[in-house]
C-alpha cells in the first residue's frame, strides 16, 4: 500500500509539472532560454561565417596571396590503385606545367639570336644528256642547313654535310653529277638579309665545318659543359628544319654517350634526344634549359617503327675540331700509317691466327714503317690497353698528340713483339 501510495503522488507531481507549461512562470524561463541560444550560439555563428568571407575575400584581393591559392602545388592520394607494392605508393604530385612553358620561352629566347639559317647552291650535271647530246641536263640546286655563331666578329659552326656537295650521299647516284658548291649564304635572326660566307675549314671525320660572314656585333651563342649533363633533362633542339627559319622543337636527352655508325660506317659518340630534328635541323643546337648549348644536331634515325630518335655532337667533342679548322683549315691528326683488318674469333680461329688488327698494309715512310711494323702482324694491345678493331686503336691513337710515342704489341709469326712509335701528321 504505501509503494503505491507514493507511485501515485510521484504521479500525480508528474502531471502537475506537465500541467504548469501554460503558467506565467515557464514562459519567462522558456523566454530566457531562447535569449540565451541567440547570444551563445547564433550570433557567433553568423559572426564566424562573416569573418571568413571578409578574410577569403581580402586574400583572393591581393594577387600574390591568390597566386600562391591557385597555383600551389598539392599531393593528392589516388584511390585508384590500392597496390601497396606500387613504386610511387599510390601518391601523385600535380606538376605545374607554367613552369616548364617559362623554361622553353627562357631558352627559346637566349639561343634563336645565336642560330643562322644556311643555303648551299650548287650546279647538278647529266652525263646521260650529254652522252646522246641532249639539251637540258644542267641544272641548279639548292641544300638548306642551320649553324651556330661562334663569335661576334662572324665565325659560325655547322655540320660538314651542310656545307659540302662531294660526300658519298650526294654523288653516289651514276645518273647525275654534282659540282662543288658556286654560292653559300647565310640568313640572320630577324633579318632576311642573306650574307655570303666563305668555308674556313671542314672535317669530314667529325662531320663539323667552320664558315665565316663579312660582319660584327653578331650574338655569340653560349656553351654549356656536355660531359655533365644527364639523362631526362629539357632539351630543345633549333633551327631552320625544311627552310622554316628560327624553329625550335623541344624533348628530353635520352641517352649520352651513344656510339653510333652512319650510313657511311663513321662512328660517332653522341647525344640521344627525343627532341624532333628534322631536315635542315642539321648543324644547328641542342641547348639545355639556360639555353647554352650541349650539341650540334647531326643525325636522327628514320623508318618504321622509329620515332623520336636524334643525336646531337657533344659540344666538348667541338671545340677543339673547332680551332683547329679556324687556325689551320683543317683538323691535324696523328697518323700511324697501316690499313687493317678486324680479326674477331671465329675469323681468327678460321685461318689459324690470333684476335687482333691483322696489318693489311704499311704506308712508306710513316710511322708504323720506321717503327719497323710489318704486312702481317696483329696488333693486339695499344698502350697497355687490348685492341680488336681500328676503331680501337683510332681511338687510343687520337688521345694523343703528332709526335707522342704510342705503344704497340704485336703477334708476329706466333710471337709477341713490343713496338714503340713516333706519331706523326695524317696526310
Do not use: W
Not at 660584327?216 to 656536355?226: P, R, Y
Not at 635541323?281 to 639556360?290: D, I, R, T
Amino acid at each position: 500500500m504505501d509503494t503505491n501510495n507514493n507511485n501515485k503522488e510521484k504521479t500525480n507531481n508528474s502531471n502537475n509539472f506537465k500541467t504548469v507549461n501554460d503558467s506565467k512562470s515557464f514562459n519567462n524561463k522558456k523566454e530566457g532560454k531562447k535569449s540565451n541560444f541567440g547570444t551563445n550560439v547564433v550570433i557567433p555563428f553568423f559572426s564566424g561565417v562573416l569573418g571568413c568571407g571578409i578574410v577569403i575575400g581580402t586574400c583572393f584581393g591581393i594577387p600574390s596571396v591568390r597566386s600562391k591559392i591557385l597555383n600551389g602545388n598539392y599531393s593528392f592520394t589516388s584511390n585508384s590503385n590500392s597496390n601497396s607494392d606500387s613504386k610511387y605508393n599510390g601518391y601523385v604530385s600535380e606538376v605545374n606545367l607554367s613552369n616548364y612553358s617559362d623554361t622553353a620561352v627562357y631558352a627559346a629566347n637566349k639561343i634563336l639570336p645565336s642560330i643562322v639559317g644556311i643555303k648551299l647552291e650548287y650546279s647538278v650535271n647529266s652525263p646521260i644528256y650529254e652522252m646522246f647530246g641532249l639539251q637540258g641536263g644542267n641544272s641548279t640546286a639548292t641544300a638548306t642547313g642551320s649553324g651556330i655563331i661562334i663569335s661576334e666578329d662572324g665565325y659560325i659552326l655547322t655540320n660538314n654535310h651542310v656545307v659540302s656537295t662531294n660526300s658519298s650521299s650526294n654523288s653516289s647516284d651514276s645518273y647525275y653529277q654534282i659540282t662543288e658548291a658556286s654560292k653559300l649564304t647565310v640568313t640572320l635572326f630577324n633579318d632576311d638579309t642573306e650574307y655570303e660566307a666563305k668555308i674556313v675549314g671542314k672535317d669530314e671525320q667529325t662531320d663539323l665545318a667552320v664558315i665565316k660572314i663579312e660582319k660584327t656585333g653578331l650574338a655569340k651563342a653560349e656553351f654549356a659543359d656536355s660531359d655533365s649533363i644527364k639523362v631526362g633533362e629539357f632539351a630543345m633542339a633549333v633551327g631552320n628544319p625544311i627552310g622554316m627559319q628560327s624553329s625550335v622543337t623541344c624533348g628530353i636527352v635520352s641517352a649520352v654517350n651513344r656510339e653510333v655508325t652512319d650510313s657511311d660506317g663513321k662512328q660517332y659518340t653522341l647525344i640521344q634526344t627525343d627532341t624532333a630534328i628534322n631536315a635542315g635541323n642539321s648543324g644547328g643546337a641542342l641547348v639545355n634549359s639556360e639555353g647554352k648549348v650541349i650539341g650540334i644536331n647531326t643525325l636522327k634515325l628514320s623508318g618504321t617503327g622509329i620515332e623520336g630518335m636524334g643525336f646531337a655532337i657533344p659540344i666538348n667533342s667541338t671545340t677543339d675540331i673547332t680551332s683547329q679548322l679556324i687556325q689551320y683549315s683543317k683538323v691535324k691528326r696523328p697518323y700511324i700509317g697501316i690499313t687493317g683488318i678486324d680479326l674477331d674469333e671465329e675469323t681468327a680461329k678460321k685461318y689459324n691466327l690470333t684476335v687482333g688488327i691483322y696489318v693489311r698494309s704499311v704506308e712508306d715512310f710513316a710511322s708504323a714503317q720506321k717503327a719497323g711494323m710489318k704486312i702481317g702482324d696483329i696488333i693486339i694491345e695499344a698502350d697497355g690497353t687490348k685492341v680488336t678493331k681500328m676503331d680501337d686503336l683510332n681511338k687510343i691513337k687520337n688521345s694523343h698528340k703528332i709526335g707522342d710515342e704510342m705503344k704497340l704489341k704485336v703477334n708476329r709469326d706466333g710471337k709477341e713483339e713490343e713496338i714503340t712509335l713516333t706519331l706523326g701528321e695524317q696526310p
